[in-house]
């Protein structure tokens, strides 16, 4: 078995970029199986986004949040469709914006009600934002994932200013301080044998206490969330390397392959040779930056 350190080197190979398109048809994209999170921001036309088997219809002058461990798949409703999209790393707000609740707003996303309709003004200043990190994560000068974090943090902080109701509503930090120290900890050490027991005795804190509050504060129910996180880090291998499943399998915290692959399927559709095969038929090098799904093939080279 890998040890923390080297378990938790299992991240996407791009931090962040953005990238504005436009489509002049109806396209539609299947299921995404994408491995960061994702900011939507529509300057023209609307397209419906289905996460995880809920449909959000998303307008000009709104804004989408979806989370690395959620797929989805897009149909464009009205065109001419234009966005704006910023794509980083799971864990680009945790490295470099140390706020609980701005952080809950890719955590919590899945629970929301879908796009946010923004003010003229704000959709303004918004996209100002978005042209700001095109050229930021295209350049990539000296300091450009912090500055690239930086923007992020004001738009999060801009949105929270508009409806608070976005984001986490723990005003307890004590709790805030231990829940989201725990999720750090299994973010760290998701390769080790892991269950409700042992972490609530690791942290002087019941099961029960430790059931409910996670599932309050980060969204996910706890074994939800260790199922989901080590189904991302495979991903991000099958993605990246020609490493066997077998192989994966006990890099990312499974003994029994069989089960492995079962609960990919499950949560993917396919298999991971299957998940593999598809992306590699893409023409993707692992020694390259990864394509992103939901970028346009002409944009992909």
Known sequence: MNTAA??????????????????LQKVSLGVHHHTQNEMIFVKEGSCVFTITGRPYVIKAGQI??????????????????????????????????????????????????????????????IERDFKVLVSETADRMQKWEE?????????????????????????????????????????????????????AQKFFISKYYLSHQFKKIIGYGF??????????????LLQSTNISVNEICC??????INYFIHLFK???????????????SRGNDPREPAAHPDLPEHRRN
């Open 223 to 236: 074994r939800n969330y260790i199922q989901l996180l080590r189904i991302h880090k495979a991903k991000v």
């Open 64 to 125: 989408l949040l979806i989370s690395a461990l959620e797929n989805h798949s897009t149909q464009v409703l009205e065109v001419p469709y234009r966005r704006y999209v910023f794509v980083s790393s799971m864990h680009l707000c945790s490295d470099y914006i140390h706020d609980q609740v701005l952080e809950s707003a890719y955590i919590f996303s899945h629970q929301q009600q879908g796009a946010v309709t923004l003010s003229p003004r704000l959709a303004e200043e």
């Open 251 to 256: 890099r990312v915290g499974y003994d029994n």
């Open 147 to 199: 500055r690239s974090a930086g923007i992020l943090f004001d738009i999060l902080i801009q949105l929270y200013r508009m409806d608070p109701s976005l984001f986490l509503q723990e005003t307890n930090q004590k709790n805030l301080n231990l829940i989201f120290s725990i999720k750090d900890y299994l973010d760290k050490h998701f390769d080790e044998p892991l269950n409700l027991e042992t972490i």
């Open 6 to 23: 080297e378990a938790n080197s299992i991240s996407s190979r791009e931090s962040a970029y953005a990238y504005y398109d436009e489509s």
């Open 266 to 280: 499950e949560e993917e559709g396919l298999t991971p040779f299957q998940y593999h095969k598809l992306y590699f």
